[in-house]
């Protein structure tokens, strides 16, 4: 049993070191002028060349979006001058995942805002050991999220990271909470803060571009079955619209949706406007402490 665990950690640990270097390579390429789709191709195809696949679509969440915002199938978008943009990256091998995201500040202005995120995350990482409750990690995250002047956003989270599950229990709250789960050594977790200068709250807003799988069942349209055929080979794990193909694209997704096969994920947007940073790693529980997986 304990080869068996050590396989399946060093899977998550490869996933880790994949996204360590597409990360790096990706955020020095976000810049005023270049293109969104550029930034997100580059991505998911560096995690390829690199022997992962994506575990979910790039995320390139900009100024008071928080997160779920890709870029559509030819988008034209450019960084603009002063984005504050959240790149979140998910790898995975053979269904294990490392997932992590940094926040690149065009503008300069937002120093204070982004090390509030960074602070917090790093604060988290220092008590996170077997037997360490989430109420502790959401408490701690609160706190230096308060102490550098903003809010966290209460309504997201870190989660658990299970095999083709990019959000697994338990959740790892950014606020802390009267209720909470015991971490124990070998769990896989994604500690994630997200720090505003707004009200502290994200909404959905605008349309989805990334989806998931919730259960297959028949369906009768022609392009609709090609594409479920489709969607299955990403294991239950989010995707792009841009992935798919384009045949009656609009019309085909409509269906799977409306036969509850499939769930959006619109764009989240910090409620007042505010800007928003995050922070993310992914952690191994140990006995004393713990591994970070995408540093």
């Known amino acids: 049993m304990g080869e068996e665990i050590e396989l399946i950690l060093e899977k998550y640990r490869s996933a880790g070191r994949i996204l360590a270097e597409v990360r790096a390579e990706a955020a020095g390429l976000i810049k005023e002028g270049s293109p969104l789709l550029e930034v997100a191709e580059f991505v998911e195809s560096g995690i390829r060349d690199k022997g992962g696949e994506p575990a979910f679509p790039c995320n390139l969440s900009r100024n008071e979006e928080a997160a779920h915002a890709t870029p559509l199938v030819e988008d034209k978008a450019v960084f603009g001058k002063g984005d504050l943009v959240k790149l979140d990256i998910g790898v995975h091998i053979d269904g294990y995942i490392g997932d992590s995201a940094v926040t690149v500040d065009l503008s300069g202005d937002h120093e204070a805002l982004v090390k509030a995120s960074e602070a917090a995350l790093n604060e988290a990482i220092k008590i996170v050991r077997d037997g360490v409750s989430t109420i502790e990690i959401g408490e701690v995250i609160e706190n230096t999220i308060r102490e550098q002047g903003y809010k966290p956003v209460v309504n997201l989270t870190g989660h658990g990271l299970g095999r083709y599950n990019s959000h697994a229990p338990p959740s ?16 896989v977790i994604a500690i994630e803060p997200f720090a505003t200068d707004g009200g502290g709250k994200v909404v959905e807003s605008g349309n989805a571009e990334i989806f998931s799988l919730l259960k297959s069942k028949p369906v009768r349209m022609r392009e609709a079955k090609a594409l479920l055929d489709k969607i299955k080979t990403y294991q239950g794990l989010p995707f792009a619209k841009r992935w798919l193909p384009h045949e009656r694209l609009d019309l085909a997704l409509r269906a799977l949706e409306n036969a509850g096969i499939v769930r959006d994920y619109p764009v989240l947007r910090e409620e007042e406007k505010g800007f928003v940073s995050q922070a993310e790693h992914t952690l191994i529980i140990k006995k004393d402490g713990c591994e970070v997986t995408t540093k």
């Open 172 to 187: 790892i709250p950014n606020v802390k909470y009267e209720h909470g789960v015991i971490l124990r050594e070998n769990d």
